[in-house]
């Protein structure tokens, strides 16, 4: 088992910047890769960016690609989220999450086999 946790939501104005981070502790040895997710209220949970746990591939949605960036640290057992020039529809609940397996279908959900709790991104207009 792998257990994830998320930090670094908060409230932010239109512009600004987050950083998110979440640290993954358990059989972390098993991980191919990690991702973040969000789910803004009403709307269904969507791809953010995702990163191989080598650090040999990124992906970024295409609504996030040049503000977010996406990053690990192995020796920490950590991924983040830099989130930079924020919208307000960038605001949700970013999940992280972790597969043990390499996919091509990397943007959903359902290939990922662990999830943190979420935090929550708020960006005010």
């Known amino acids: 088992q792998v257990q994830l946790a998320e930090s670094g939501g908060g409230l932010v104005q239109t512009g600004g910047s987050l950083r998110l981070w979440c640290a993954a502790s358990g059989r972390t040895f098993s991980i191919y890769a990690m991702g973040w997710f969000r789910q803004a209220p009403g709307k269904d949970r969507e791809f953010v960016a995702r990163?191989?746990?080598?650090?040999?591939?990124?992906d970024y949605a295409e609504s996030v690609k040049g503000r977010f960036t996406i990053s690990r640290d192995n020796a920490k057992n950590a991924v983040y989220l830099q989130m930079n020039s924020l919208k307000p529809e960038d605001t949700a609940v970013y999940y992280c999450?972790?597969?043990?397996?390499?996919?091509?279908?990397?943007?959903?959900?359902?290939?990922?086999?662990?999830w943190g709790q979420g935090t929550q991104v708020t960006v005010s207009s």
């Open positions: 999450a972790a597969t043990r397996y390499t996919r091509d279908d990397y943007y959903l959900g359902a290939s990922y086999d662990y």
């Open positions: 990163t191989t746990w080598n650090g040999g591939r990124t």
